[in-house]
T-cell receptor, first 114, second 115 residues
């Protein structure tokens, strides 16, 4: 099946620093999504990308859909303590028949030191 | 707007026992998904429903897992019999119609521990 390679696995940064993480795939996706998951909760959508080359911002978050449709990155600027959590990339491919379940990366665990 | 509801939040069973999880999607959402999230991994799709019909169950281990959404609203996922490797968080998600811009909302999950 499809797999997403997400890196880094974990990041230890100082408050106020910028953060960058990315995902790559061996196959093409039509949609790239970035989610954040806090302990004991389900993933929450941060940014959705629908077109190759698209660059989208949501507050301090910026994400891009790679031109090849096989990669995406997420940047967080000026990190704050509430940014702590696990960030997942997810891709959706054209499956046919209405099937549109997501394929997730393994996550990037962000830890912020005050 | 109420979110996706799941119950129970936690369940501990012994291997070879049976277990069932319940999900109530956001009101009016036609599409419902079950995902399995093993510790340290991202969620993995198990099954997708459109109303009360199955759209994709290609990754559901059908020898022990089953799911239903009889009236096209809430859904039940069952494991019978459970194995140690089934220990995971089981997430339910829903969308209105599953089109672009209409992304999945996730519930808080049910954490299953199989001893």
């Amino acid at each position: 099946g499809q797999q997403l390679n997400q890196s880094p696995q974990s990041m230890f940064i100082q408050e106020g620093e910028d953060v960058s993480m990315n995902c790559t795939s061996s196959s093409i996706f039509n949609t790239w999504l970035w989610y954040k998951q806090d302990p004991g909760e389900g993933p929450v959508l941060l940014i959705a990308l629908y077109k190759a080359g698209e660059l989208t911002s949501n507050g301090r978050l910026t994400a891009q859909f790679g031109i090849t449709r096989k990669d995406s990155f997420l940047n967080i600027s000026a990190s704050i303590p509430s940014d702590v959590g696990i960030y997942f990339c997810a891709g959706r491919a054209e499956m046919g028949g209405g099937a549109d379940g997501l394929t997730f990366g393994k996550g990037t665990h962000l830890i912020i030191q005050p | 707007e109420a979110g996706v509801a799941q119950s129970p939040r936690y369940k501990i069973i012994e291997k070879r026992q049976s277990v069932a999880f319940w999900c109530n999607p956001i009101s009016g959402h036609a599409t419902l998904y079950w995902y399995q999230q093993i510790l340290g991994q991202g969620p993995k799709l198990l099954i997708q429903f459109q109303n009360n019909g199955v759209v994709d169950d290609s990754q559901l281990p059908k020898d022990r897992f089953s799911a239903e959404r009889l009236k096209g609203v809430d859904s039940t996922l069952k494991i019978q019999p459970a194995k140690l490797e089934d220990s995971a968080v089981y997430l339910c998600a829903s969308t209105l119609e599953g089109r672009e811009g209409d992304e999945q909302f996730f519930g808080p999950g049910t954490r299953l521990t199989v001893l």
